[in-house]
């Protein structure tokens, strides 16, 4: 039997968001039932719910940082229980056949099944996100929160705490590497605390000095501010490896020149409109590289959760009622956010 979710959704790009009843799945055999305690708000759930990167289906339920506790599993449902605290983040399902699908890379297959703003495997189901009190997952797709993280400042690993950490992992940030993180919102402090507990020497770039404190206390040892322009003349060449976690267009070329050779840009942060043209020279005369990376595999999540347990990594929160969503969203879009908003869902039966 399917059961009633309550939320709240966007009705169209324009709207805000509100009140929405809509339907779960009964649990497959497969599947794991999660009663939902808190929801991140990323900034992908503003450029989604505003239809900002296009392709926007309506009603949309955003939240894909999503922490709660088990409390139903399908029979053949082996890694979880009722009462674990488990964890969702962008995606629910994946490309099952694909051969690289072996690979944990199914964050980049096509056939990908996002949390919300996505149609199921059936083709025909509309998925819905974490603002709301419930949500059904298969098995495959559901993380394991470690015991010793609080379940609201956990919620956003699922999505920030990931995006940060698998370029992070990749490009294999650690002691000797000179780290720069460009933007200090959720996934930017998620960043600085990760690499940091990498041991990486770890800089921030910020548009001002406002966040220096905090930035120094997250765990970076250097704190600039980008609207200066002696910041790119004094850190020329210095970084072995940048994360561009900016959400808006701005010039890459700038930070592409404080590359050492060989050095790394990668970039996290969706622009909602084009950014200027890339220079060839700054990648050429120095044989940097500029790439992109998206969340993680379900494998590189629970590696990353296992990580920040070990290390007692969460976010810094501001927890809100789900009732004041449309001022939070208002807030992140004004940087005005330290550093995430995470949804305690148990205002949804005020
Ligand atoms: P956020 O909390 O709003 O943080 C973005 C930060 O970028 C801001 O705090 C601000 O930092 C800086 N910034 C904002 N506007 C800027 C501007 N005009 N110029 C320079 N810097 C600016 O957002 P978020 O949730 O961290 O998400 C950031 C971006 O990543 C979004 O585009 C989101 O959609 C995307 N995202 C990507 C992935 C992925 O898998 N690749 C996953 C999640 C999110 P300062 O105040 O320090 O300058
Ligand atoms: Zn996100």
Redesign the pocket.
């Known amino acids: 039997m399917t059961t009633t979710a309550k939320g709240y959704a966007a009705l169209s790009p324009t709207s805000k968001l509100q009140p929405f009843s809509f339907e779960r799945r009964a649990p497959r055999e497969d599947d794991v039932a999660i009663s939902i305690k808190y929801c991140g708000v ?3 759930d503003i ?1 989604q719910a505003r239809d900002e990167w296009g392709n926007a289906a309506f009603p949309m339920v955003p939240g894909h940082e999503i922490a709660g506790v088990v409390t139903a599993v399908g029979a053949n449902v082996t890694k979880f229980k009722a009462g674990d605290h488990v964890g969702v983040g962008c995606f629910v399902d994946s490309c099952t056949t694909c051969k690289t699908r072996n690979v944990d890379l199914e964050q980049y297959m096509p056939g990908l099944v996002q949390t919300y703003n996505s149609v199921e495997a059936d083709g025909r189901t509309s998925t819905q996100g974490g603002y709301s009190d419930s949500i059904v997952v298969k098995e495959g797709y559901v993380l394991s929160i470690p015991d010793n993280l609080p379940l609201d400042a956990a919620a956003p690993l699922l ?2 705490g990931i ?1 940060l950490y698998s370029p992070l992992n990749h490009w294999k940030a650690g002691p000797g590497k000179q780290v720069a993180i460009v ?6 402090h998620m960043g600085v605390k990760i690499a940091h507990a990498m041991g990486a020497d770890v800089t921030v770039l ?2 001002t000095l406002s ?1 220096r404190e905090d930035g120094l206390r997250l765990g970076a040892s250097h704190y600039y501010a ?1 609207n200066d322009a002696s910041t790119f003349e004094k850190l020329a060449g210095t970084f072995d490896l940048i994360i561009c ?4 267009a ?1 010039d890459w070329n700038q930070y592409i020149n404080l590359l050492k050779v060989d050095g790394s840009m990668v970039i ?4 909602d409109g084009a950014v200027p043209p890339v220079s060839a020279f700054g990648l050429v005369g120095a044989r940097r590289s500029l790439a992109g ?3 993680g595999s379900i494998k590189e999540t629970q590696e990353m959760l296992d990580f920040c347990g070990k290390h007692d990594i969460v976010s810094d929160i501001e927890v809100i009622r789900i009732q004041d969503i449309n001022e939070a969203f208002e807030r ?1 879009v004004k ?1 005005d ?1 330290r ?1 995430r908003f995470v949804i305690d869902m148990a205002s949804l039966a005020q």
């Open positions: 990323c900034h992908s450029h999505c920030a995006t933007g200090l919102g959720g996934l930017g910020s548009q966040k980008t976690t900016v959400g808006a701005i996290v942060g969706i622009p990376s998206m969340i992140v940087s956010v550093y």
